[in-house]
């Protein structure tokens, strides 16, 4: 989701650095993040770091989903063949780690 208002933000032109400050969608950036590394942390201290950090790689599936239901952006079969890849290889991942 901090992707998603990150790009929200993104999507406006400011006249100035003061409007910029107002913008909700700056708030919610920071705490969505906040909230990120919350559970990154609490991830690395319940699974080896070796399963851990692979996850992260769903997020590139999740905030494309996210592009694309949000904010209708195209996807195309290459790149749901790409993600389709990447949670199989989390999957493989999490199968061999016994876990």
Do not use: C, H, R
């Not at 107002?22 to 906040?34: G, M, V, W």
């Amino acid at each position: 989701m901090a992707q998603v208002s990150m790009k929200i933000l993104a999507k406006n032109d400011y006249q100035s650095f003061s409007v910029f400050l107002k913008q909700p969608a700056l708030y919610a950036t920071a705490i969505f993040y906040s909230i990120s590394i919350f559970t990154w942390f609490l991830a690395l201290k319940l699974l080896p770091l070796s399963l851990a950090y692979p996850l992260q790689a769903l997020g590139y599936v999740i905030v494309t989903l996210l592009a694309w239901s949000i904010f209708s952006e195209p996807t195309s079969p290459m790149q749901i063949l790409a993600l389709s890849m990447i949670v199989l290889g989390v999957v493989l991942l999490s199968l061999s780690s016994g876990k």
